[in-house]
C-alpha cells in the first residue's frame, strides 16, 4: 500500500469520526472486529483498557444497550459519557487490578478489551515488550474475572515475544484469532487478539 493511499486512509477515518461524534479513530476498529467476530453481545458486562479518549466505551455502549455495564480504564483523564464508569489509573499497578476486582465482584465480567499502548520509544524490540507487558498484565487479570466462555480482546505490537505469549494465550480460549483491521494502518506492526469462549 502506497504512502499516499495510508494518508488517505488515515485522512478518511479521521473524518468519519469527527462526522459520526466517535472520539478516536480506534472506534472503527472496533466495530470491524465486532462484526466479524461478534466478542460483545447484548446487556454484556465489559471492561475497557486504555479507554481514552471513549471511542471504544462508545461503541461498546452501543452494543451493550441499557442493560449493560463498561467500565473503562486509562491513564488519561476521560471526558464522561453517561451511564459508564471511567477510572483514571495504570493498569500495571496492584492497587489499580485491586479497586477493579472489588468494583467487578464475584460475579467477575463478560468481556475484556485492551487497546492500551505503551509509550512509543521508536525502538522496535522496546516497544514491541511494554506491548507484550501490557497485554500479560491484561491477560493475568483476565484469569481472575473473565466469566466461563467471556471473551477477550487485546492489541498487541507483533516482534519476537510473540510466539510464547501466542501459546500461553491461546489455551485459555476454545477460539482464537488473529486479525488486523481494515482501519489499522497497514504499516503499523499492530494485530489484534481475540480470544473467544474462556475456559477459565
Ligand atoms: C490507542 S489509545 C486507546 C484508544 C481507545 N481505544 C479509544 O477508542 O478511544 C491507548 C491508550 O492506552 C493507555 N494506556 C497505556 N498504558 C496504560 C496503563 N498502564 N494503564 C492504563 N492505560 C494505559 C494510554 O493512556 C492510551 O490512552
Known amino acids: 500500500m502506497t504512502r499516499w493511499y495510508q494518508e488517505k486512509k488515515k485522512e478518511y477515518f479521521y473524518k468519519e ?9 480506534s472506534a472503527f476498529k472496533l466495530k470491524q472486529i465486532q462484526r466479524k467476530f461478534k466478542i460483545i453481545n447484548k446487556a454484556d458486562f465489559v471492561l ?9 466505551s462508545q461503541v461498546t455502549n452501543e452494543i451493550v444497550g441499557e442493560n449493560g455495564k463498561i467500565i473503562g480504564i486509562d491513564l488519561s483523564y476521560i471526558k464522561p459519557i453517561k451511564g459508564i464508569q471511567f477510572i483514571q489509573d495504570d493498569l500495571t499497578k496492584k492497587s489499580t487490578i485491586l479497586k477493579i476486582k472489588k468494583i467487578v465482584g464475584e460475579n467477575g465480567v463478560d468481556v475484556i478489551l485492551s487497546d ?16 507484550i507487558y501490557l497485554c500479560k498484565q491484561s491477560l493475568n487479570l483476565a484469569d ?8 477477550f480482546l487485546c492489541k498487541l505490537f507483533m516482534g519476537e515475544e510473540f510466539d510464547d505469549f501466542f501459546n500461553i494465550f491461546k489455551i485459555r480460549f476454545k477460539n482464537v484469532k488473529l486479525y488486523s483491521p481494515p482501519a489499522s494502518r497497514k504499516s503499523s506492526s499492530e494485530i489484534y487478539l481475540i480470544g473467544r469462549f474462556f475456559k477459565k
Open 17 to 25: 469520526a469527527k462526522r459520526t461524534g466517535y472520539r478516536s479513530r
Open 48 to 56: 475497557d483498557f486504555g479507554a481514552a479518549p471513549g471511542g471504544w
Open 116 to 131: 492500551m499502548s505503551p509509550n512509543i520509544s521508536g525502538n522496535y524490540s522496546i516497544d514491541h515488550a511494554n506491548s
Open 144 to 151: 481472575q474475572i473473565l466469566k466461563k466462555n467471556g471473551n
